[in-house]
């Protein structure tokens, strides 16, 4: 066994990665070494390390990483405010780049010489496994089964398993593609792939009550921020992972979070998922809420702009690239200020704002008031106005004298 390649493998317990296990050896002739990376997925890791093992694979280890996700790479994203395609709020593909360094620092702690991983051809994850190996270990070998087998669908999978007296590990009708970690869980497959069909949302949500299943009287939430990372909830302090674990069971409760979405996927394709962020949809919210007060108009609008670029960045894999690195730096400078209370309602599947505070606020009630105050007085606004509009004006003279010369 000594003599044999020892291969790595990103393991989660699913059914893509148990087929991988038997795959790998019956391919490569190798050692499995299955590494489970928790990242806060809701998973008895006692059992998925007994499962792998099962499959067929030398050991099977969990490393775990929640507060290292949440720091460093959850609070950057919410920071940037980064929704892709304003619908998704990149549970997964804020998890893959930390996924793929944690590997890599096993792989070499092993002496393994490949990494393997269960993204299909089709998706996203397959870049963000990738490019994130490829920035911390350019030597090593990646191995992506679902590029290279002969299996085609899910179903082949289920076939393949029961052909080697495998156990299944999971239910033929229930055989979503799922992906779970502290942040989210997304669904596909199944009938979503039809994107005329509603989702069956009493028997596929995990984390999030159906709206109209939410109680009938709405719940207050407060969160306070420091420098835009979230430090509290209702007062309590709290751990990020405490933290976002703890909004996830109030936001689930009142049916906060969900998004379906027909998103572009990296590849080229449209592809059609259902994300449960109950926690988190809370926490853009309020963070976006807290930016009214404390940024000011350029700055506020110019973040616009990266909010979407950071989007861009961390849906395509690009997290370990100079460009992230440097729209991170910007995003942290304008968060010195971004400190202060949210209270937010609520109610069957809605948030709505309730009041914010901070002592950073821009938000001055002597000039903002209908009622005049000494900062601010109303004819001034008379000569800013008329400069302000000068192009128009000047515009509009251009059209008289172009009339006037028409006019016989």
Known sequence: MQNKKKIVLAYSGGLD?????????ENHECEVLALCVD???EADWKSVTERALTYGAAKCEVADVKEEYVRDYIYPALKAGAVYEDKYLL?????????????????????????????????????RFDLGIMAFAPDIEIIAPWRTWNIKSREEELEYLQERGLPIPMKKADSYSRDDNLWHISHEGLELEDPSNEPRYNTMLQMTTPPEKAPDTPEYVEIEFKKGIPVAVNGASASGVELIATLNKIGGKHGVGLSDIVENRVVGMKSRGVYETPGGSILYYAHSELERLCLDRQTHSFKQLVREKMADLIYGGLW?????????AFVDATQE??????????YKGGIHAAGAASPNTLYNAEIASFTTGELYNHAD???????????ILVRALMKEREQEQKTP
């Open 39 to 41: 990242v806060g997925q």
């Open 337 to 346: 200020t971004v400190s202060g209370v949210v209270r937010l309602k609520l």
């Open 17 to 25: 990665t148990s087929v991988i296990i038997p795959w790998l050896k």
């Open 320 to 328: 370990f690239t100079p460009l992230r690195e440097a729209l991170s």
């Open 91 to 127: 549970g997964t593909a804020t998890a893959r780049p930390l996924i793929a360094k944690t590997l890599v620092t096993y792989a070499r702690q092993e002496g393994a010489t490949a990494i393997a991983h269960g993204a299909t051809g089709k998706g996203n994850d397959q870049i």
């Open 381 to 391: 606004a008379q000569g800013f106005i008329k400069l302000y509009g000068l192009p």
